[in-house]
Structure formats: structure tokens, C-alpha cells
């Protein structure tokens, strides 16, 4: 009941275009979604985070939509550029727990 | 503001050692957490300690231990190593450690067990 299952894997898209990452989750006390994005190298650094109690959240270029009756939330990420190649993880936590449970990953590749 | 720092940043060991992990949190950060990552079981979180106390673990074996000082730094222990515990082992703060807040990660220490 704790998994965060992530789809896809890995997503090839052109510049300018809109990827998209959903994650879906099973445990109803999940209450904290961040997304994170890790390059090469690097630990991975909070790109935007959203509460069940909001729809939808635009940070810049990233959006989150969040369907709290499907239990899904997705990261969109508009005018992609290849500088956002990377890997994209979604995480989901509890106010009892605080510990992250992450997704397993999209490697995005923004070709130029 | 100096970012997390993890030290060392690579560590090679054989089966059946030990080895200890660094973790300096952001200056103010009273929360750490440590999170294993392998390409085969992602991101898993390990433990949280927050002023000197653990507050979370999670499901990896007794092997693994942690504790935390009194200025908030943190190690990570491992205990007789197996090669499956080959990973990037990533530290995390945070102000209080609240869900909701964000969670800073270092660069990680990659363990390389043969």
C-alpha cells in the first residue's frame, strides 16, 4: 500500500514539446506530492510539490494535475528544453510518516 | 547557504566490512534522512533523525544503523557488508522534518561493495 507505481519509464520528446509523467498511488493517507528531478551525478532537487486539497499547480514551466479520486497526480512540462533531460521522479508522504516513497523514475530525453 | 554535504563522495569495500556514511545537513535543518538508491529498487528511504532521535525507519535490515550529533550532522552505518548493498546512498534535510516541507538531498556517496 505504500508503492507509487510511475509511468513511463523513459519518454524521448522534441524540443518545445509537452512530456508527461504520471504516477499513481494506493495509500489514501498520502497527503504531500513533490516531484524531484536528478541529473547525472547529483542528488535528486525538488522541482514542485502539491496537496490533495488543490487541482492543479503551475511552478514556471511544470505543472502538477492532481486527481484525488483516481488517486493520480502527473507532472507536465511545458516548452521542453533539452536542458530538462533528466530523471524525473514523483513522491508521495504522510503527515505521520514525513518519509518520501518515490516513484521508480522517467529518464527524459529532450532532443534538440 | 551551503547545500547538503556528503562525505565520502565514492567508497569502494569487500564483502563482510563495515562502512560509515557522513551527512551535513543545511545549516538550520534539524531533520536528516537517508535514502538508498539502486537501479533496481529506486529510491528507498532508510531513516530519519531528528535532534539526536530517530523518528522513522524504514524496512532494510539491522545492518544498516544511524545516529545524529548534537550540531544535526548525521552517519550512517553498515554492518558486515553483501554486494547487493552496492548503491548511491543519498542524505536529506529539512527545517523541522514536517511533511510538506522540502527535503534538500546531497550529492550522495556511491558504495561500490565487492
Redesign the interface.
Known amino acids: 500500500q505504500q508503492q507509487v507505481k510511475q509511468s513511463p519509464q523513459s519518454l524521448i520528446v522534441q524540443k518545445g514539446g509537452i512530456p508527461i509523467i504520471n504516477c499513481a498511488y494506493e495509500n489514501t493517507a498520502f497527503?504531500?506530492f513533490?516531484w524531484?528531478q536528478q541529473f547525472p551525478?547529483?542528488?535528486?532537487?525538488?522541482l514542485i510539490?502539491i496537496?490533495p486539497d488543490v487541482s492543479e499547480k503551475k511552478e514556471g514551466r511544470f505543472t502538477i494535475s492532481f486527481n484525488k479520486s483516481a488517486k493520480q497526480f502527473s507532472l507536465h512540462i511545458m516548452d521542453s528544453q533539452p536542458g530538462d533531460s533528466a530523471t524525473y521522479?514523483c513522491?508521495a508522504?504522510?503527515?505521520g510518516?514525513?518519509?518520501?516513497?518515490?516513484?521508480?523514475?522517467t529518464r527524459l530525453q529532450v532532443q534538440p | 547557504k551551503a547545500g547538503?554535504t556528503q562525505t565520502p563522495r565514492y567508497l569502494i569495500k569487500t564483502r563482510g566490512q563495515q562502512v560509515t556514511l557522513s551527512c551535513s545537513p543545511i545549516s538550520g535543518h534539524r531533520?536528516v534522512?537517508w535514502?538508498q538508491q539502486t537501479p533496481g529498487q529506486?529510491?528507498?528511504?532508510l531513516f530519519?533523525y531528528f535532534s539526536e532521535t530517530q523518528?522513522?525507519k524504514?524496512n532494510f535490515p539491522g545492518r544498516f544503523s544511524g545516529r545524529q550529533f548534537s550540531n544535526s550532522r548525521s552517519e550512517m552505518n553498515v554492518s558486515t557488508l553483501e554486494l547487493g548493498d552496492s548503491a548511491l546512498y543519498?542524505c536529506?534535510s529539512s527545517l523541522g522534518?514536517?511533511?510538506?516541507e522540502?527535503?534538500?538531498?546531497?550529492?550522495?556517496t556511491r558504495l561500490l561493495v565487492l
Not at chain 1, 510518516?97 to 523514475?105: E, Q, Y
Not at chain 2, 529506486?42 to 528511504?45: D, E, K, R, V
Not at chain 2, 522540502?102 to 550522495?108: E, M, S, V
Open positions: 497527503d504531500y513533490p524531484y551525478g547529483k542528488g535528486p532537487a525538488l510539490a496537496r521522479f513522491a508522504s504522510d503527515t510518516r514525513r518519509a518520501l516513497t518515490f516513484g521508480s523514475g | 547538503v531533520s534522512s535514502y529506486g529510491l528507498q528511504f530519519e523518528r522513522n524504514g543519498l536529506a522534518g514536517t511533511t510538506g522540502t527535503q534538500y538531498f546531497g550529492p550522495g
